[in-house]
């Protein structure tokens, strides 16, 4: 998917594509929308990257029952390598 910001509100905000793409992984995060991981890689960032930006906004991290269960299965499956 392509998004094109006009011209005059890019300019108007002051963001790079980087700093828009950050700013919209975090608004889509901190609504729960996404994931942490879905977020990270929106904004082109590395998982640990994005938490010390949400840290420095103070949003925290919400952490489910799905995301406990992907991460068992990640574990599960680095254990039979």
């Known amino acids: 998917?392509?998004?094109v910001i006009p011209d005059?509100?890019?300019n108007k905000l002051g963001f790079s594509e980087e700093e828009f793409l950050l700013e919209i992984a975090i608004a889509l995060f901190k609504?729960?929308?996404i994931t942490l991981a879905q977020a990270s890689e929106l904004?082109?960032?590395h998982q640990s990257k994005l938490q010390k930006e949400l840290?420095?906004?103070e949003i925290t991290i919400h952490y489910g029952v799905e995301?406990?269960?992907n991460d068992m299965?990640?574990?599960e499956?680095?254990?039979t390598k």
């Open 77 to 79: 499956r680095l254990k």
């Open 8 to 10: 005059n509100i890019s």
């Open 67 to 69: 995301d406990l269960d």
């Open 55 to 57: 840290a420095k906004r």
């Open 31 to 33: 609504d729960e929308k």
């Open 43 to 45: 904004a082109n960032l």
């Open 1 to 3: 998917m392509k998004i």
């Open 73 to 75: 299965e990640t574990l």
